[in-house]
């Protein structure tokens, strides 16, 4: 990486790339500054913009923890995927920390030094940790939290003390200080039991509170947290994107990269979409058991319902069974009507927020992979222009078929060799020193396979090499004719070409020789010029 460590004679400004800073570069310093704009912070962004993307699809998966079992009426939670979305969770959160960590180090253009070309960096890290806490270290925090993660044992500890009580004995200030603990700052104490929960037991303490009475609060919340973070998480990828962009030209490299990245985008949003809809099912599924457990009393054949009888790990207890074999969730899980359309109001309203949000990102999709495909058939849809002109040229001048089949063949030769692209334009638009080392590199090695150039030197080869051209020739075509003046060299880049002679029709007399690559012919122009020049 191109570290820098500021000094004391460090100079003030740098030019482009970091070239008048080059001067200041020392080895590993525990004070290091990052240029921006290099190769390697191009390739973090890259990388850290997948390890988003994956950490995007990741937290959607909390929602598929919890399960119903609609025999038994109870709620459980998966937690085998919880330890692996866990896992990869905290995984990727070590690159937003890596990111937060990274920008303390990377230089930044002064705004008032942008009137001409690229600005002067600033180097100075305290001024670089300035800037970055006042604009975005609140949203790299936010994004970087890793709200759901938590410890074990005591999420454990802390759901099998709720459950121990029934419902009467669950004070309204524990209810109220358990429904507040998802937005706390700190932590929360459950009756009285001295039991601290830490930020990072958030989801996972929710998420297992659907089988209490307030289940319909903390999935609410549930949702809440995680989709909160969505929102600096996904303006990171939007920042990620434009920096990309600013510094390469383009998010990928292909078009079809582009088109498949795009795709990748769309099935994000479809995916937080259907787990936002399986949370509210289960949620819904299991209102409707607790209204049930609500509504019923006690009997002589069948005890009071407890909200600890929702939860699946209480399904082994005698009394749990007796209730349940008695309830009138039993009479309603073996007599349910036919499947009908929810009148929830709420279920309602988020379908209808699917159905727009769907059609709004798929003509979005549509238009994105539009652009990048179209980007990909623009050359090949210029060449069957210029094809369809040179077929309706071809029968205005009523060409013969063997002459209209050698044009073609030549126009389709020179697609396949180029595919479209313009070479001398590109050329032609380099700068001379650019130039140069390319048809240095292109043509140094056949100029000097010739026994009169070898002993050049390099000005002199130079400049030879940025007199060639390249030229296309198909099967069978003539190139020079014997007994025409010879103008020119070639060389053979790729292909063959047969040189015969008939020593200007002398009777019986025929010459023949094939050139392959690397040879070259009309070294005779180079003996007439010598001859001319004394």
């Not at 126009?411 to 390319?438: C, M, N």
């Amino acid at each position: 990486l191109p570290f820098f460590h500021p000094g004391a004679s460090a100079p003030t400004s740098s030019l482009p790339g970091g070239a008048a800073g080059a001067a200041g570069r020392r080895p590993w310093t525990p004070r290091r500054i990052l240029d921006p704009g290099d190769d390697a912070e191009l390739w973090w962004y890259r990388l850290f913009l997948v390890t988003c993307l994956v950490g995007l699809f990741v937290d959607p998966l909390y929602f598929y923890l919890l399960h119903t079992d609609g025999l038994a009426a109870c709620v459980s939670m998966d937690m085998g995927i919880g330890v692996l979305v866990t896992a990869v969770r905290t995984f990727a959160d070590h690159f937003y920390l890596a990111h937060m960590i990274l920008k303390f180090r990377i230089a930044f253009v002064a705004p008032s030094s942008r009137i001409f070309g690229r600005g002067e960096l600033v180097r100075d890290p305290d001024q670089i940790a300035i800037r970055y806490l006042k604009n975005d270290f609140i949203i790299d925090l936010a994004a970087m939290l890793p709200i759901p993660q938590l410890c074990f044992k005591n999420f454990h500890v802390c759901i099998m003390h709720l459950h121990c009580y029934p419902r009467s004995h669950l004070s309204d200030a524990t209810l109220v200080s358990f429904r507040t603990l998802p937005i706390g700052t700190a932590a929360s104490l459950i009756n009285n039991t001295g039991i601290i929960v830490s930020l990072q037991m958030i989801i996972w303490f929710v998420i297992p509170a659907v089988s209490t009475s307030s289940a319909n609060h903390t999935n609410s919340t549930l949702s809440m947290i995680v989709l909160i973070q969505y929102i600096p998480r996904m303006y990171l990828i939007i920042s990620l994107n434009s920096k990309i962009v600013k510094a390469s030209g383009v998010v990928t490299r292909t078009a079809w990269a582009g088109a498949a990245y795009n795709l990748l985008l769309y099935t994000l949003a479809s995916h937080v979409l259907g787990a936002l809809r399986y949370l509210l099912s289960v949620e819904r599924q299991y209102s409707c058991w607790m209204e049930v457990c609500n509504n019923e009393g006690s009997s002589a054949d069948s005890p009071s319902c407890v909200m600890g009888f929702l939860d699946c790990k209480s399904r082994e207890n005698p009394m749990r069974q007796t209730w349940h074999n008695h309830s009138a969730i039993q009479k309603q899980l073996v007599h349910a009507p036919g499947r009908r359309n929810s009148t929830y109001k709420g279920e309602t309203v988020f379908c209808i927020l699917i159905c727009i949000m769907g059609l709004v990102f798929f003509s979005h999709l549509i238009g994105n992979m539009q652009t990048y495909l179209q980007s990909m058939m623009v050359r090949l849809e210029e060449w069957r222009v210029k094809r369809r002109d040179i077929e309706e040229w071809m029968r205005h001048r009523q060409l013969p078929p063997e002459l209209q089949e050698r044009v073609r063949r030549f126009f389709q030769y020179k697609w396949l060799a180029t595919r479209g692209v313009d070479e001398e334009s590109i050329l032609h638009s380099l700068p001379p020193d650019l130039r140069r080392e390319i048809q240095r590199h292109l043509c140094l090695a056949l100029v000097r396979r010739v026994p009169f150039f070898s002993q050049m030197d390099e000005q002199l080869l130079d400049a030879i090499c940025e007199r060639l051209v390249s030229s296309l020739s198909t099967k069978d075509a003539y190139i020079v004719r014997e007994g025409d003046p010879v103008s020119e060299m070639l060389f053979i880049i790729r292909g063959e070409l047969e040189s015969s002679t008939t020593d200007g029709g002398r009777t019986n007399f025929f010459s023949s020789i094939t050139l392959r690559p690397g040879d070259f012919c009309g070294e005779e122009l180079l003996t007439w010029a010598l001859m001319v020049s004394k």
